[in-house]
């Protein structure tokens, strides 16, 4: 009876955790997610139409796009083979995504062809498992590569739409350390031919630097990360609307923002709205180029 009573425990316990949702229980093995650039972009969420037609880098007859997915599959291939679970996604992530690491691979373009260089950033937000991703992808990545390192990150990069966890769904979760890799420049001819001819060097170096990664993870886990203002959140209502650093229309606008753009509200005066930024940046959008998609 007693071996019985156990039994019925353990298969209800089973069954329990296989409905738990994902970010309810630890992943043992580390579940990483490569996301492959650009990768059916067509196919993304409603809230992130604006981004369908964004297809990628072309560049001698190589699209950014098919290098980005042959590499990220490899990758998942290197971390399988290493006890990880490893899965590559398209452009749309699944709402609020919980993984113990997310990385996008991108290739990167230019006008000018003699740009050249790979580039890691993560979210605006600081965060210690998210410099320690960065970190170690940065230098296994560019130990074993050879190239150069591009120090111009850019404001996409950093404002990564999959990072903007807490005012959008199809994003990671808040508590998944994130990093967007610029691989290379595809526009220059010879970094374009070194990356297409090491594709499973360069896809072993991001391997290698997510697994340093996860061997860093500190037995309590990672100090939970500042989290978005709850409550009031925004959403823009028309294209390169002015946002002011007072809430004053008369004085010179300081920065503009698109139609859907989704902010988190933490003060109101009569007419206007103060947005919140990681960083403490200080900007006002007027009450009528918004409307309000979360109540307090």
Do not use: C
């Not at 019985?4 to 069954?15: A, F, H, P, Q, Y």
């Not at 890691?120 to 498992?129: I, L």
């Not at 990545?141 to 903007?164: C, E, H, P, Q, V």
């Amino acid at each position: 009876m007693f071996r019985r009573s156990l039994l019925l425990t353990g298969v209800l316990l089973l069954l329990v955790a296989a409905v738990l949702p994902g970010h309810a229980r630890a992943n043992n093995p580390p579940l990483v997610v490569l996301q492959a650039g650009h990768w059916h972009s067509e196919a993304l969420a409603d809230e992130f139409a604006r981004l369908r037609t964004s297809t990628g880098a072309v560049a001698g007859g190589v699209r950014e796009v098919d290098l980005n997915v042959d590499i990220a599959h490899r990758v998942a291939v290197y971390l399988r083979d290493w006890g990880n679970e490893a899965y590559v996604l398209p452009a749309d992530i699944p709402p609020h995504y919980h993984a113990d690491a997310f990385v996008a691979l991108h290739s990167d373009g230019n006008n000018d062809t003699s740009a050249h260089g790979y580039k890691v950033a993560t979210y605006w937000r600081d965060w210690v498992a998210t410099d320690w991703l960065v970190r170690e992808l940065d230098d296994e990545y560019g130990k074993d590569t050879g190239l150069a390192r591009d120090w111009r990150i850019t404001a996409n990069m950093r404002g990564y739409y999959a990072f903007d966890s807490g005012l959008y769904e199809h994003t990671i979760a808040e508590d998944t350390p994130g990093a967007i890799l610029e691989m290379g420049f595809l526009s220059n001819p010879a970094e374009r031919g070194y990356m297409i001819a090491n594709r499973d060097l360069i896809a072993r170096s991001v391997a290698l630097g997510i697994a340093r990664f996860l061997a860093t993870k500190p037995a309590t886990g990672w100090p939970a990360p500042q989290l978005l203002p709850r409550g009031d959140i925004v959403a823009v209502l028309h294209d390169n609307v002015p946002l002011f650093a007072t809430p004053d229309a008369s004085t010179e606008s300081i920065d503009t923002a698109w139609e859907g753009q989704h902010f988190a509200v933490t003060e109101r005066r009569t007419g206007w709205a103060k947005l919140f930024f990681y960083g403490g940046a200080e900007e006002w959008i007027q009450d009528w180029q918004t409307k309000q998609i979360v109540v307090p």
